[in-house]
């Protein structure tokens, strides 16, 4: 099979298992990145992430994590909800409202490159979502999914930014495609409506600021003037996404497993009201186990 063959029916492929977006690149060390990354790590911008300073060399060369891989095939998933949360109740991110988007979109992945291998017996592969030292966003970019966008995040014409990025890295040779252009032109609205200052400048988040860091990975106790940018939020923050104006061609995923359970219905009171049982009830399996009950307990109260 030749490989425009083989890249056609990869495409097709992802698109039947639901990513909107699937690109190609070389998969070679990121060498523009290591200057970047070394900087962010050193002024400490990672906080208490102390795992991003783990792999810094496998970070910047997926040759150094898959033997022999060739080709980053890059794959994007949306995860827009069907239906969103009361406008006044602590506030969750959008993108943790169903299931776990690691095994979600693992799961899609791991088909895709079961596919491949049919196709091509023999290929080897490994599947990433947000798991491993893969620099996701740089090669999105580079692949064509979209471009990074002032809050960091990509965007890709027509869609927004509101979905998962995942890596199939293999060892099959195909062609690469063209990384996209930057398309924030002269807007800062992100920059603008960030409440914590944490863009600190074009594409760079020093996420100690960021409510996502504060609410999520923090595992110390938030000092007051952190508490006082919280704004409700109790996991997660989507403010540099809603905000954005490439997020009003957003369309609501088709994958249930994204959908919410009864506390998307809940008001103040009834979060306050939570008890263990009930987190558990509703949460087990969602990205909220990650910070866990007592730490949205302790924000509900914040
Ligand atoms: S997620 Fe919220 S706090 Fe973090 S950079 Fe975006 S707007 Fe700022
Ligand atoms: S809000 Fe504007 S500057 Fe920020 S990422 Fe979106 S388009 Fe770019």
Excluded at 82 to 108: C, M, R, S, T, W
Excluded at 136 to 141: K, L, M, N, S, T
Excluded at 150 to 160: A, M, P, Y
Aim: one cysteine or more.
């Amino acid at each position: 099979m030749n490989t425009e063959t083989l890249k056609s029916l990869i495409l097709q492929k992802s698109r039947e298992l639901g990513f909107l977006a699937c690109g190609f690149s070389k998969a070679t060390e990121l060498a523009d990145e290591r200057e970047k990354l070394t900087e962010w790590l050193k002024k400490g911008y990672h906080g208490e992430m102390g795992y991003m300073e783990n792999h810094f060399e496998k970070r910047l060369n997926p040759t150094l994590l898959v033997d022999d891989c060739k080709t980053v095939i890059s794959l994007a998933y949306n995860y827009f909800p069907q239906k969103l949360q009361k406008i006044n109740a602590p506030k969750v991110a959008k993108y943790a409202y169903g299931e776990d988007y690691h095994k979600v979109v693992k799961d899609q992945g791991f088909i895709l490159l079961q596919y491949i291998q049919s196709l091509i017996p023999g290929t080897k592969g490994r599947v990433f979502v947000d798991s491993a030292p893969v620099m996701e966003r740089q090669w999105a970019e580079k692949s064509g999914i979209g471009w990074i966008g002032k809050n960091s995040l990509i965007i890709r014409k027509g869609i927004g930014s509101f979905f998962f990025l995942a890596e199939i890295i293999c060892d099959l040779e195909i062609k690469p495609d063209k990384a996209t252009t930057d398309h924030c032109g002269t807007c800062n609205a992100c920059i603008d409506a960030c409440p914590t200052q944490a863009i600190i400048a074009d594409k760079v988040i020093d996420a100690t600021k960021c409510i996502s860091y504060l609410t999520i990975e923090k595992r110390t106790d938030l000092l007051e003037s952190e508490k006082d940018h919280l704004n409700q939020w109790i996991f997660g923050c989507d403010i540099c996404q809603d905000v954005c104006p490439w997020n009003r061609f957003s369309s609501p995923t088709s994958d249930n497993r994204f959908t919410p359970n009864q506390w998307i219905e809940w008001n103040h009171d009834e979060w306050n009201l939570m008890e263990l049982e009930q987190f558990n009830n509703q949460f087990e399996g969602t990205p909220l186990t990650r910070a866990g009950f007592d730490k949205i307990k302790k924000q509900l109260e914040d």
